[in-house]
T-cell receptor
Framework: DTEVTQTPKHLVMGMTNKKSLKCEQH?????MYWYKQKAKKPPELMFV???????INESVPSRFSPECPNSSLLNLHLHALQPEDSALYLC?????????????FGNGTRLTVT | AQSVTQLDSQVPVFEEAPVELRCNYS??????LFWYVQYPNQGLQLLLK??????LVKGINGFEAEFNKSQTSFHLRKPSVHISDTAEYFC??????????FGAGTRLTVKP
């Protein structure tokens, strides 16, 4: 069992749809991350929130919009996605954003864009 | 910028044999290194971490890794693998605050 919970586990959406991915942790962690993982590839960093403020945006297209409503929740809003955006989206958290804090991952949302 | 290179994309091994998964890092400053495992259809699970101190780090599931500064390596080892160890293994480095980057991954396949 993971302490980072992601919902939904699977999502199929059309290119004109609007959907959201949700991530929740109750470990008191103050940094949260979104990663994108294509098949047989490593996770690629998308966004980092540190103390509820966006600290890293890896030049992600604006059709992906992150939101951090509070220290326990992280959302990723999706709009007008492309088929190449189909991937496993992983949420992670760490105790703090500093270099010695390992990341704890959720099991991901498998997204398919049709 | 700090990065990691995993030298083997696939490692097949027979059950109960020893295994080593190789990882080299590039950095001119102090590093924080991690190994993660990913089972099919799951997220990443932390196996072990090197932050400072002893260069031999022990992790979960019988894995260990040795930090070698002179060879800039952080290889993962297990003396005897099980079928259940079949998974993807990622070496990772913290690239400063707020940032963690992963190697390309090594697919470990344990055969009966």
């Amino acid at each position: 069992d993971t302490e980072v919970t992601q919902t939904p586990k699977h999502l199929v959406m059309g290119m004109t749809n609007k959907k959201s991915l949700k991530c929740e942790q109750h470990m008191g962690h103050r940094a949260m991350y979104w990663y994108k993982q294509k098949a047989k590839k490593p996770p690629e960093l998308m966004f980092v929130y540190s103390y509820e403020k966006l600290s890293i945006n890896e030049s992600v297209p604006s059709r992906f919009s992150p939101e951090c409503p509070n220290s326990s929740l992280l959302n990723l809003h999706l709009h007008a996605l492309q088929p190449e955006d189909s991937a496993l989206y992983l949420c992670a958290s760490s105790q703090d954003p500093f270099r010695n804090s390992p990341l704890h991952f959720g099991n991901g949302t498998r997204l398919t864009v049709t | 910028a700090q990065s990691v290179t995993q030298l083997d994309s696939q490692v097949p091994v027979f059950e109960e044999a020893p295994v080593e998964l190789r990882c080299n890092y590039s950095s001119s400053v102090s590093v924080y290194l991690f190994w993660y495992v990913q089972y099919p259809n799951q997220g990443l699970q932390l196996l072990l971490k090197y932050l400072s101190g002893s260069t031999l780090v022990k992790g979960i599931n019988g894995f260990e890794a040795e930090f070698n500064k002179s060879q800039t390596s952080f290889h993962l080892r297990k003396p005897s693998v099980h079928i259940s160890d079949t998974a993807e293994y990622f070496c990772a480095v913290r690239r400063g605050n707020n940032d963690m980057r992963f190697g390309a991954g090594t697919r470990l396949t344990v055969k009966p």
